[in-house]
T-cell receptor, first 113, second 113 residues
C-alpha cells in the first residue's frame, strides 16, 4: 500500500531532550511538509522540502530542524530550544508543487514533561 | 496575511440531513482550496481539491464549491450518516508560488443516529 507513515504514534520526552520524529512516504512524491496542530488552532507549517537536500522554513521553524537526504524520508527534530513542544505533529507530501493535493500521515503526538 | 475562517465551529445534526459547512478566506489570490476530514487523534484525509479556476468538485455525497472573488467555499454533505462525524478542515494554498497551506480551525460535525 502506498502512503505516509509516521512513527512513533505517541512519544514522551523529558524537557531539555532533543527528539526526532520519523516520516516516510512511498508515493514517489517530491514535496514533503511538517505541520504542528494544537487544540483549538489550525495547522501551522514548520518546514517543507521541495526536493532532496533542500528545505525551507515555514511559519514556526524556531526550535525545529529537518533533513532531506532521501526522497522518501523527511525527519523532524524537536530541539530543547522549542519552548512549547507538546503538540500533535503531522507530516504530509504532494506530488510536486502548488497545484497538487497534500496527503497526510497519521501523526505523532509528542508530550514533553 | 491570509486568514481562513470556518463557521460554525461545531454542528450537530440528525442522520439523513443535508448540511453545509462554510469556509471563508480574506485574500482571494489563491492557487487552490482543499477540504479535509480529521477523525479524533488521526491524520487528515483529503476529500476534495478545487483549483482556483474551478467552481466546484464532487465526490460521492460530497460537493465543494468555490467563489474566489467573494472568498468563500462551501462543503455540502448529502444524506448525512453517523460515519460522517469528524472535524472538517479547509485550507487554501496561496498564489505567487507559495508552498504554504493556510488552514481554518475546522468544523466539528456530529451526526446523530
Amino acid at each position: 500500500d502506498g502512503g505516509i507513515t509516521q512513527s512513533p504514534k505517541y512519544l514522551f520526552r523529558k524537557e531539555g531532550q532533543n527528539v526526532t520524529l520519523s516520516c516516510e512516504q512511498n508515493l514517489n512524491h517530491d514535496a514533503m511538509y511538517w505541520y504542528r496542530q494544537d487544540p483549538g488552532q489550525g495547522l501551522r507549517l514548520i518546514y517543507y522540502s521541495q526536493i532532496v537536500n533542500d528545505f525551507q522554513k515555514g511559519d514556526i521553524a524556531e526550535g525545529y530542524s529537518v533533513s532531506r537526504e532521501k526522497k522518501e524520508s523527511f525527519p523532524l527534530t524537536v530541539t530543547s530550544a522549542q519552548k512549547n513542544p507538546t503538540a500533535f505533529y503531522l507530516c504530509a507530501s504532494s506530488i510536486h508543487l502548488a497545484s497538487y493535493e497534500q496527503y497526510f500521515g497519521p501523526g505523532t503526538r509528542l508530550t514533553v514533561t | 496575511k491570509q486568514e481562513v475562517t470556518q463557521i460554525p465551529a461545531a454542528l450537530s445534526v440528525p442522520e439523513g440531513e443535508n448540511l453545509v459547512l462554510n469556509c471563508s478566506f480574506t485574500d482571494s489570490a489563491i492557487y487552490n482550496l482543499q477540504w479535509f476530514r480529521q477523525d479524533p487523534g488521526k491524520g487528515l484525509t483529503s476529500l476534495l481539491l478545487i483549483q482556483s479556476s474551478q467552481r466546484e468538485q464532487t465526490s460521492g455525497r460530497l460537493n465543494a464549491s468555490l467563489d474566489k472573488s467573494s472568498g468563500r467555499s462551501t462543503l455540502y454533505i448529502a444524506a448525512s450518516q453517523p460515519g460522517d462525524s469528524a472535524t472538517y478542515l479547509c485550507a487554501v494554498r496561496q498564489g505567487g508560488g507559495s508552498e504554504k497551506l493556510v488552514f481554518g480551525k475546522g468544523t466539528k460535525l456530529t451526526v446523530n443516529p
